[in-house]
């Protein structure tokens, strides 16, 4: 057993990645104990392929595009039927300072199109750029550009707009 | 560039504006202040979606995957140890600390890490100063980001300090197990200062060596 120095970097980055791999498998499911689950399944594939990824930068793309895929095989296993209201109130965030905003942006986040919510999932939580995600959903730059400006218009209209979400709708005054 | 244009950039990722952006930002008061909104926004977005992770995953992942191995303990510690050996000669061989120029490089992995105002307890980088066997002479602002980060095949704390002369980074390793010295590493317009530390090592990284140097100054050891 003379692998030591693979293992202990694999070790260093399942610490390193585990907490955001798993937020990421959350958001796309929705189901704490499923995103574990696929949590481990990717970490599984990551270590089976270890060898052929050498790129440090694009560590964390493509650790997310191995999550999304075992994602993907459990939906072609058994459709699993999302409840955009599910769980979100009573998920409290690590560091939340307004909850009340918290649980409008998570409510406004689950209502968007899963073809715009991808994409900002990816950038915001994983700091992934345009190009990477586009190569992670198979698709342009500029499709991902453009999906990613209608999610936050769309965003910005649930909070804000006329059509706002109740807690976050601004009267008009008199 | 004209404010639509800019508008149409920073909707699809006001993270990382390039140069003519920031340019149209100095100039026109209107898309500063769409910037900063849209950055706000995406802000309270990350903190929104950060649920917390269920303990000890990290741990379970590695022991599902038979990856807590006591059996290649010893073989890496003789890698370490040759790792040590190597640490002292390359830095001479290798002309800079390199660290440092990972540390510098890494700030572009998380572009966010500068905006985000994370609510984070005032006693939090005390703590893990202590850790390192190390303090604060004086306050020097509130720690608005906190990761965990990989950084030079060790597992760093990657931290965002709102000092007055604006953000400061600092990467605390106390399981950096190789002999440092101080070694100041200049890059892509930033420096980063490295120090040992009485358990690991501590590095800074700023925008301008006078606020590294004055962070360091604030440093002491316990």
């Known amino acids: 057993m003379f692998a030591s120095p693979r293992r202990a970097r694999f070790e260093t980055v399942v610490r390193a990645y585990a907490n955001d791999v798993f937020r990421y498998l959350y958001w796309l499911c929705r189901d704490r104990s499923l995103a574990e689950d696929l949590s481990q399944e990717t970490f599984a594939r990551a270590w089976a392929a270890w060898e052929e990824q050498r790129d440090e930068k694009a560590l964390k793309a493509w650790l997310f595009t191995i999550a999304r895929n075992e994602h993907a095989r459990t939906y072609e296993r058994k459709r699993i039927e999302l409840d955009p209201e599910a769980e979100l109130d009573e998920i409290v965030s690590r560091t939340a300072s307004d909850p009340a905003l918290g649980i409008d942006i998570k409510r406004a986040f689950a209502l968007l199109p899963e073809t715009y919510r991808e994409p900002l999932l990816l950038q915001v939580l994983g700091g992934l750029s345009s190009a990477e995600i586009a190569t992670s959903l198979g698709t342009s730059e500029d499709a991902i550009n453009m999906r990613l400006s209608r999610a936050r218009r769309s965003m910005r209209e649930m909070l804000e707009g006329p059509a706002a979400l109740p807690a976050r709708r601004k009267e008009p005054t008199a | ?222």
Not at chain 2, 70 to 80: D, E, I, K, N, V
């Open chain 2, 1 to 222: 560039m004209s404010c639509i244009d800019f508008r149409r950039v920073i909707l699809a990722n006001p993270r990382q504006p390039d140069e003519s952006q920031l340019a149209h930002a100095r100039e026109c008061a209107a898309c500063r202040d769409y910037l900063e909104r849209q950055r706000e926004a995406d802000a309270q977005l990350f903190e929104a979606l950060q649920v917390p992770p269920p303990d000890g995953l990290a741990d379970r992942i590695l022991l599902a995957g038979g990856l807590r191995n006591t059996r290649w303990a010893w073989p890496l510690a003789a890698s370490l140890v040759l790792a040590a050996g190597l640490a002292v000669v390359w830095p001479r061989l290798a002309g800079g600390d390199a660290l440092g120029r990972e540390a510098i490089a890494h700030l572009s992995h998380e572009p966010q890490a500068l905006t985000i105002a994370q609510a984070v307890a005032h006693d939090f980088l005390p703590t893990l100063l202590a850790d390192q066997g190390m303090k604060l002479a004086r306050n020097i602002g509130q720690v608005t980001y906190s990761q965990i980060c990989p950084l030079a095949d060790k597992v760093a704390r990657h931290l965002v300090v709102r000092t007055a002369q604006g953000p400061i980074t600092l990467f605390l390793m106390p399981d950096d197990t190789l002999p440092r010295s101080r070694a100041v590493t200049e890059q892509d317009g930033m420096i980063a200062i490295t120090l040992p530390a009485a358990r690991g090592s501590i590095t800074i990284v700023a925008s301008r060596l006078e606020d590294a140097i004055a962070l360091e100054n604030s440093l002491r050891a316990t």
